[in-house]
């Protein structure tokens, strides 16, 4: 893309992101903070004391120093980035959070709690230790580097949830995302990579009625190991073949339109609190559920997964099957297309000849620069309608398959064209949108919200009026 569509993107990524770890510090009158002193670079002695206000929320001059650390640990870069800049992304955050209570929106302790365990396992991958992570924060005892924590992480939520409220309700005409392309200088409109349009054909190996069952037995001695006293949290982390979830114990907190597969929902919606599941079957292998709380429409729940073996028998059988795919489509019995709707094992892509849709983009279109890695090696160097040779690949753990891949179309770099590139230009013309919803948005609230700006910050200059000059 050529400038201004990447200063679009990037303006509209700034505004939107909010790093639960920058987010947050705890909610309280600044009349009762008192100033910590911190030792300088240059020798000198600085007072860390409230530098801002917005509403109910302060900002300490640490904690700009604490964005600058948060951002270079995660291997982000800061030098082009100046405290006044960072400062008015902290204002943002809180003015965001501020209003999200204003507006009552609700963020509830389950799921702060669910995040909690999330974060706090990765962390604890990451560092090594949870003794490392409280460290890490300076807190001297797990209590309270939960408690504090869980303000950062509700901080975090109300902000993206108030970010939500606001794009969310934006919406686009194709009569106002004509305009907006007429609006782009010429030189100016974005150039667009090599795009694929790809089709695959699926083989799964069959599982044998035996080693399905010797899953569920085992599942079956896990459920009767639990209700004899075991913890199920600690099964789901020994033995789950989940990945998502096993480092939390199985934990999972879903509502009736949390995007689980329905064999999963359905079960989960069919037990009381406190009971556990027979082993059941979906796509991903057989699961038992234990429901830990029920409340009103939200279900917390922790669940183990085991998959059944496949056999090398099987792999062999379904390899010789797939094989015969791809030579019948060479010799030409079938089309790919037809062989993905009379053979495929995968249901989702059967229906349409095998094609692929883009998750990123709803469209059928892969640009080449931005697919997975492994995506990628698979159909770069196929010529349109050339098929691959059979690719093993391992979906979950224990779970492999076969797939035929195959370039039904290719759409060379380009630039941007109002009737075939659309989709991209609706999704460029809405974040415009988008944007401009936002900068209406905080002119708005930081004149109705208290906001006071201390000491030599006043003299920043801010993208946004915080100093309602």
Not at 42 to 69: H, N, R
Not at 73 to 99: F, N
Not at 210 to 235: C, H, M, P, W, Y
Request: hydrophobic share 35%; glycine share 6%; charged share 30%.
């Amino acid at each position: 893309m050529k400038f201004i569509n990447y200063r679009i993107a990037l303006t509209f990524f700034l505004l939107l992101f909010t790093n639960f770890i920058l987010s947050a510090q705890e909610i309280i009158n600044d009349s009762v903070v008192a100033p910590v002193i911190k030792k300088q670079t240059t020798g000198k002695l600085k007072i860390d004391g409230v530098i801002a206000t917005v509403g109910d929320y302060i900002i300490l001059d640490s904690d700009i120093d604490k964005s600058f650390l948060e951002i270079s640990a995660q291997g982000g870069s800061v030098k082009d980035i100046s405290r006044c800049q960072m400062l008015g992304k902290l204002l943002e955050d809180k003015l965001y959070a501020h209003q999200a209570i204003q507006d009552s929106i609700v963020v509830t302790d389950s799921e702060i709690k669910g995040m909690m365990e999330e974060r706090v396992s990765y962390m604890v991958q990451q560092i090594g230790s949870l003794e490392k992570v409280i460290q890490y924060y300076k807190k001297d005892t797990e209590e309270e580097f939960r408690s504090y924590f869980s303000d950062i992480l509700k901080e975090g939520k109300l902000t993206s949830e108030m970010q939500k409220k606001i794009v969310d309700a934006v919406e686009i005409t194709p009569e106002e995302v004509r305009n907006y392309f007429k609006t782009i200088p010429k030189d100016d409109l974005p150039l667009f990579g090599v795009e694929l349009e790809v089709a695959q054909i699926i083989v799964e190996p069959k599982v044998s009625e035996a080693d399905k069952q010797k899953v569920i037995d085992r599942l079956n001695g896990f459920k009767k190991e639990i209700e004899e006293g075991s913890s199920f949290s600690t099964k789901a982390v020994l033995y789950s073949q989940d990945p998502g979830s096993r480092a939390t114990g199985g934990y999972y907190k879903m509502n009736r339109k949390t995007p689980f597969v329905k064999e999963f929902k359905e079960v989960a919606f069919s037990l009381a609190e406190g009971e556990i599941s027979a082993p059941f079957e979906t796509t991903f292998g057989y699961h038992i559920i234990y429901v830990e709380k029920i409340r009103g429409q939200e279900v917390e729940l922790r669940h183990i997964l085991l998959a059944p073996s496949v056999t090398e028998a099987a792999l062999t059988e379904a390899r010789e099957k797939i094989t015969l795919i791809k030579k019948r489509i060479q010799d030409k019995e079938l089309t790919f297309a037809q062989a993905a709707r009379t053979l495929s094992d995968e249901k989702e892509t059967r229906a349409n000849g095998g094609a692929l849709i883009n998750p990123k983009t709803q469209d059928t279109r892969f640009e080449l620069t931005k697919m997975d890695p492994a995506f990628y090696s698979q159909v770069s160097n196929l010529k349109a309608n050339q098929v691959s040779d059979p690719i093993l690949e391992e979906v979950e753990e224990g779970k492999k398959k076969f797939k035929l891949v195959t370039v039904t179309n290719r759409i060379d770099e380009h630039t941007a064209d109002y009737g075939k590139d659309f989709i991209k230009i609706k999704d460029l013309a809405l974040k415009s949108k988008q944007i401009t919803a936002i900068g209406k948005w905080f002119d708005e609230k930081i004149k109705e919200t208290y906001i006071k700006i201390i000491g030599e910050y006043r003299d920043c200059d801010f993208t946004n009026n915080w100093l309602k000059k």
